[in-house]
């Protein structure tokens, strides 16, 4: 009965493979979340989906593209993967797509580029 | 841009003692801020939270205090226990209407028995 899912937790490619990463809320949140955690431990936000609406797109490169079939799934398909690639990833969902709702986060998946 | 900043990477407390975690934002709109507690190799999980028009909240031996006037705000955590080793980011939302958080750099909570 895991609240936010991500599969896989750990995923070790080469370069120049291309990979995604799935995540799923079974809270009925209308928002899903993408963040990169670095090994520095610093944590900030990619992308946010609301109702399968994109409505935060960070400075990400064009390589990662989410994708949101539904409102309680948030994939995230990365291109041509790089070194600096390598990080954990976090899936998270929220009730309210705007203002105070509170992010609930999933394992994270540890993505190790060689 | 806004940025939110700790004070201290790594913190250290014996068993039993009080921990205070600090934070620093830079966005003088911002009007909700949250806690979240890391434990390691899983995802950060929520503590507690305030709003702008709120100084203080308390929560099970947590408490979070506001100060505006100088945009800090610290996390306190009464009788430490080794359960509460972790790191502790303070998030900031900001004053938009997309969710969006903006994440200080943690600060390792280390508890000594």
């Known amino acids: 009965d895991t609240a936010v899912s991500q599969t896989p937790k750990y995923l070790v490619t080469q370069m120049g493979n291309d990979k995604s990463i799935k995540c799923e809320q079974n809270l009925g949140h209308d928002t899903m979340y993408w963040y990169k955690q670095d090994s520095k431990k610093f944590l900030k936000i990619m992308f946010s989906y609301n109702n399968k609406e994109l409505i935060i797109n960070e400075t990400v490169p064009n390589r990662f593209s989410p994708k949101s079939p539904d409102k309680a799934h948030l994939n995230l398909h990365i291109n041509s993967l790089e070194l600096g690639d390598s990080a954990v990833y976090f899936c998270a969902s929220s009730q309210a797509g705007a203002a105070f709702g509170t992010q609930y986060f999933g394992p994270g998946t540890r993505l190790l580029v060689l | 841009g806004e940025s939110v900043g700790l004070h201290l990477p790594t913190l250290s407390v014996q068993e039993g003692d009080n921990s205070i975690i600090n934070c620093a934002y830079s966005n003088s709109a911002s009007d909700y801020f949250i806690w979240y507690k890391q434990e390691s190799g899983k995802g950060p999980q929520f503590i507690i939270d305030i709003r702008s028009n709120m100084d203080k909240r308390q929560g099970q031996r947590v408490t979070v205090l506001l100060n505006k006037t100088v945009k800090h705000l610290s996390l306190q955590i009464a009788a430490t226990q080794p359960g509460d080793s972790a790191v502790y980011f303070c998030?900031?939302?900001?004053?938009?209407?997309?969710?969006?958080?903006?994440f200080g750099q943690g600060t390792t909570l280390q508890v000594k028995p």
């Open positions: 998030a900031d939302h900001g004053s938009s209407n997309t969710g969006k958080l903006i």
